[in-house]
């Protein structure tokens, strides 16, 4: 298995370097395989989802099709896949940003009744409560 960066992600995603997207794509299209998958972390696909929203101006489906592509290619293996997936459609629905509904569903898996917060945005999604 290789650990894939954001920055891998990235540049695979945006295509926006003449040096560093190609090698990011023949990375991910040429060396993962389902024998040697790349392993994506939560924290790796929230930084991914920050900077695509923050940097690039991606929409939330944009970026939820993001994700779904990596949770669905059989050459990424993706840490929290079903939290993932809540929070890529809860995205998707408008429900939650991406990071809000994952810090809720891996709350919810460890076995949290309620994450508390003071944002109200934040408080959306199942799994929060305000302060």
Not at 93 to 117: H, K, N, P, V, W
Request: glycine share 8%.
């Amino acid at each position: 298995m290789i650990g894939l960066d954001t920055n891998v992600l990235i540049r695979h995603i945006t295509q926006d370097d003449p040096v560093q997207s190609p090698r990011a794509s023949a990375l991910i299209e040429g060396r993962l395989t389902e024998d040697e998958p790349g392993f994506i972390s939560v924290v790796t696909l929230a930084e991914t989802a920050w900077v695509l929203d923050r940097s690039y101006e991606y929409s939330s489906m944009e970026i939820a099709t993001a994700i779904g592509g990596f949770l669905q290619t059989t050459t990424f293996v993706v840490e929290n896949e079903v939290e993932v997936f809540f929070a890529m459609t809860a995205l998707k629905q408008g429900r939650a940003g991406f990071t809000d509904a994952l810090i809720a569903a891996l709350g919810t898996r460890a076995g949290c009744s309620t994450t508390m917060t003071f944002d109200r945005e934040a408080a959306r999604p199942p799994g929060f409560s305000l302060v």
